[in-house]
């Protein structure tokens, strides 16, 4: 169960809305978690929805939950120490009777325990009306059905017999003999309408932070997405300039190796890293690529290693051959970067190779060559 949402004062405006809960079926106990963290209501005038700016802008209004925010805001009343704590001992005995009866099952329960589960259900009902109720606190449980509003009664529980039912239940003295002395069909009807009361009772007080919290967890599943699709974006919008790689799936190797790289697993020589290789400290560090054949290209994209030392990198040269054996410069870079792109007129090589033209070590994140 999560925790408790922040809750709704004990008037009929303020718990008004919604369905009522069921009382026929099986006893159940449903409804929303329990660790009552209860956060004070803002009592700052809540926000009014913005008018104007045509069908976009009430279109994005509606999309980013405006209006939701801005009623359940107004709904939201502080409660009180003794509230906060009566709306605690309302789920955690809700939850012990509803644990309870799935543990027995019912035709056990029918039995022997049910007297025992209705009282439980008859407390976790009194302290859900308890806690929609300013101070002073109610005495007992027919204090507490006598200071709830009829009219509010009769929205918890429509059903006009089962409200009468309830009103009986909670006004009966406490006991397990009271009940053992009715039939185990009233006793699971009493069960059904008393958890069915605490259940719409607790749900409509929490219905606020529910919605609120709710609501931040769409917009941050919304901004989410709003980064996935600009990185898609940025990555398509690449694909269409650039084409694809021409190093992309061909075989490499370096000057040296210090240690084999993941960088799938973002790790290499014990550091936390995107590099696809690490030299040792030499003097000109370098790292090939062999293309299958010869193939034209003129354009270079490097990405630095962006985690530590992008000064180990420069300056950076690059290389072409076709034997492995003479190598010519293309383009070079002399100064720290941590992407380098770089045009030049259009070469056409089998092997391509970077080089730090000094004693260093190389690592880089990517390589990459187009036409």
């Given amino acids: 169960m999560t925790g408790t949402e922040s809750t709704i004062a004990g008037t009929e405006s303020a718990l008004g809305g919604g369905k009522a809960a069921?009382?026929?079926?099986?006893?159940?106990?449903?409804?929303?978690?329990p660790n009552a963290t209860v956060s004070p209501a803002d009592t700052t005038a809540p926000p009014r929805p913005r008018r104007g700016g045509g069908p976009i802008g009430h279109l994005?209004?509606?999309?980013?939950g405006r209006n939701v925010e801005a009623a359940a805001q107004a709904a939201a009343v502080a409660l009180s120490a003794r509230q906060a704590a009566d709306l605690r001992r309302a789920f955690a005995?809700?939850?012990?009777?509803?644990?309870?009866?799935m543990s027995t099952g019912r035709?056990?329960?029918?039995?022997?325990?049910?007297?025992?589960?209705?009282?439980?259900?008859?407390?976790?009902?009194?302290?859900?009306?308890?806690?929609?109720l300013p101070d002073p606190a109610p005495t007992d449980a027919a204090d507490a059905l006598a200071r709830t509003p009829a009219?509010?009664?009769?929205?918890?529980?429509?059903?006009?017999?089962?409200?009468?039912?309830?009103?009986?239940?909670?006004?009966?003295?406490?006991?397990?003999a009271v009940w053992s002395r009715r039939t185990p069909e009233e006793q699971e009807q009493a069960f059904n309408e008393l958890a069915a009361l605490s259940t719409v009772l607790l749900d409509r007080l929490t219905l606020p932070r529910r919605q609120l919290r709710k609501l931040r967890i769409r917009r941050v599943l919304m901004g989410l997405g709003v980064i996935a699709l600009a990185?898609?974006?940025?990555?398509?919008?690449?694909?269409?300039?650039?084409?694809s790689s021409l190093t992309a799936g061909h075989a490499w190797r370096a000057s040296s190796t210090l240690d084999v790289c993941k960088p799938k697993e973002h790790w290499c020589a014990d550091a936390v890293t995107?590099?696809?290789?690490?030299?040792?400290d030499e003097n000109n560090p370098w790292v090939e690529y062999d293309l299958g054949d010869r193939k034209t290209f003129s354009r270079l994209v490097v990405k630095n290693r962006s985690d530590c030392c992008p000064d180990r990198a420069v300056p950076l040269i690059l290389e072409v051959s076709d034997?492995?054996?003479?190598?010519?410069?293309?383009?070079?870079?002399?100064?720290?970067?941590?992407?380098?792109?770089?045009?030049?007129?259009?070469?056409r090589a089998r092997y391509a190779r970077l080089r730090v033209a000094r004693r260093s070590i190389l690592h880089l994140d990517r390589f990459d060559l187009y036409r």
């Fill in 22 to 33: 069921t009382t026929s079926g099986e006893p159940t106990m449903s409804g929303s978690d």
């Fill in 60 to 64: 994005w209004r509606r999309v980013w």
């Fill in 93 to 101: 005995v809700r939850e012990l009777a509803g644990a309870s009866m």
């Fill in 107 to 132: 035709s056990e329960a029918l039995a022997t325990t049910l007297p025992a589960l209705v009282g439980l259900a008859r407390e976790a009902a009194f302290w859900s009306l308890s806690a929609g």
């Fill in 151 to 176: 009219a509010l009664l009769a929205q918890l529980v429509p059903d006009e017999p089962a409200r009468e039912r309830v009103r009986a239940a909670l006004a009966a003295p406490q006991g397990d």
């Fill in 231 to 243: 990185l898609a974006a940025q990555q398509i919008t690449s694909a269409l300039q650039f084409g």
């Fill in 274 to 280: 995107d590099i696809f290789f690490c030299t040792t």
């Fill in 323 to 347: 034997d492995r054996t003479n190598w010519r410069e293309v383009v070079r870079r002399d100064d720290t970067f941590s992407t380098w792109r770089a045009d030049f007129p259009a070469t």
